[in-house]
Nanobody, 116 residues
Framework: QVQLVESGGGLVQAGGSLRLSCAASGSTFGIDTMGWFRQAPGKLQRELVARILSGGSTNHADSVKGRFAVSRDNAKTTVDLQMNSLEPEDTAVYYC?????????WGQGTQVTVSS
């Protein structure tokens, strides 16, 4: 079992920056992928924002490339999302996740609101 706790959401003006952090605890040895999804208001599905694979390579959604950057610590117990040049379209609940033993574990979500 893996538990995830997120922090760092909030309200920011367009063009501003936020940094989200997610701390993993429990059975963290053997965590594979770590990353972030988001769910925008009125949308039923979560969108993959960014992820970092076990070998350290990263993937970012086209909509955030060049603005967001995912990172993690070497022990794979924290995963961060640096968000720059935020746009109103980035407003969403952001969820961190990890893949462990073939299962996905989710954080509780943190609200990010970008005002125009």
């Amino acid at each position: 079992q893996v538990q995830l706790v997120e922090s760092g959401g909030g309200l920011v003006q367009a063009g501003g920056s936020l940094r989200l952090s997610c701390a993993a605890s429990g059975s963290t040895f053997g965590i594979d992928t770590m990353g972030w999804f988001r769910q925008a208001p009125g949308k039923l599905q979560r969108e993959l924002v960014a992820r970092i694979l076990s070998g350290g390579s990263t993937n970012h959604a086209d909509s955030v490339k060049g603005r967001f950057a995912v990172s993690r610590d070497n022990a794979k117990t924290t995963v961060d999302l640096q968000m720059n040049s935020l746009e109103p379209e980035d407003t969403a609940v952001y969820y961190c996740y990890v893949k462990y033993s073939g299962r996905l574990y989710w954080g509780q979500g943190t609200q990010v609101t970008v005002s125009s």
